[in-house]
């Protein structure tokens, strides 16, 4: 009823409602890539070279010659996609800065990388099927809802996440960086393995890998495959 409400009062003063009114800026479109990978390959992080080491992993585990990158950022892992192998790797980010550093870093990936921009929690989200998803670090900001909604709609056979295990206070590490990401919490949902296999189990998924990198200030990047059983 407020929506409502409030959409026949700016009608009547001839004045749109704008849509940050409606839905709230995601801070991660202000995060700057330079701060954020600096922060991430901190050696008290060290979170961009490990996932480096996990993607080229992920993408040998699988034989999918689509692949659907959420969360993709700048591109870190993408020199791993063998391009003999792989016809079309879709990285999708709600940052439309990052999608152009993936297309200047990666000019050998042209005509096999496609940027996608787009906020995966948007109700009327439309996304291109890929056989292969892989979700790094992206579900903590975006939930469980919308992640199984962007498996219903790309629709893959396998997927592969890393999640962040805490063992201390705090899901970003201390850094001279942390200013750049205070607002990051305004989105942060809480993920764990146990609830994720199960709400994945409920789509069709069966887990088929689980294992833990351990990473500096006690966490570790836990990484999840799953396969649809039909």
Known sequence: MFGQKATVIYQYLQLPVRRDQVHPRNPWKDVNLSDYESHMSLDSVHQLQALDEVMKAQFSSVDADTIMILGVAGGNGLEHIDSNRVAHVYGVDINEKYLSVCQERYPQLQGVFTPVLADVTDQDLSLSHAEFVVANLVIEYIGYEAFLNVLSLVQPRYVSC??????????????????????????????????????????????????????????????????FEA
């Open 162 to 227: 890393v999640l962040q295990v805490n063992e201390a206070d705090g899901f970003v590490s201390q850094s001279p960086y942390e200013q750049t990401f205070k607002d990051i919490v305004n989105v942060y949902h809480h993920v764990d393995e146990h609830s994720l296999t199960q709400r994945m189990h409920e789509a069709g998924y069966i887990r088929t890998f689980l294992d833990d990198k351990e990473l500096p200030n006690s966490k570790k990047l836990r990484r999840c495959d799953y396969m």
